[in-house]
């Protein structure tokens, strides 16, 4: 079992940057490849990052790469999203996952409760 708890989000203007933190528990945690999906008002839930249980390999969306990074710390249990030049289109509630390196969600069987990110123009 792995328990996931998000934080960092928060309200920021076009143009800034906000760095997502996920905090993982449970021993298995390093066997599984993390991911960050997020879900605006409306509309379904899409795929933003992940990152392989070693962190050699990352997948990211094309609405992101280039402005997002996402990173993992093994030995702190934590999984993060560094956001730069954050777009309106980029708000949304952001979500934490933890399965098998890919870009579908049912590839991942463990997620956070989400932490909300607004920018504003």
């Known amino acids: 079992q792995v328990q996931l708890v998000e934080s960092g989000g928060g309200l920021v203007q076009a143009g800034g940057s906000l760095r997502l933190s996920c905090a993982a528990s449970g021993r298995t945690f390093s066997r599984y490849a993390m991911g960050w999906f997020r879900q605006a008002p409306g509309k379904e839930r899409e795929f933003v990052a992940a990152?392989?249980?070693?962190?050699?390999?990352?997948l990211y969306a094309d609405s992101v790469k280039g402005r997002f990074t996402i990173s993992r710390d093994i030995t702190k249990n934590t999984a993060n999203l560094q956001m730069n030049s954050l777009k309106p289109e980029d708000t949304a509630v952001y979500y934490c996952?933890?399965?098998?390196?890919?870009?579908?969600?049912?590839?991942?069987?463990?997620w956070g409760q989400g932490t909300q990110v607004t920018v504003s123009s």
């Open positions: 990152v392989s249980w070693g962190g050699g390999s990352t």
């Open positions: 996952a933890a399965g098998r390196i890919a870009s579908s969600a049912k590839q991942f069987d463990y």
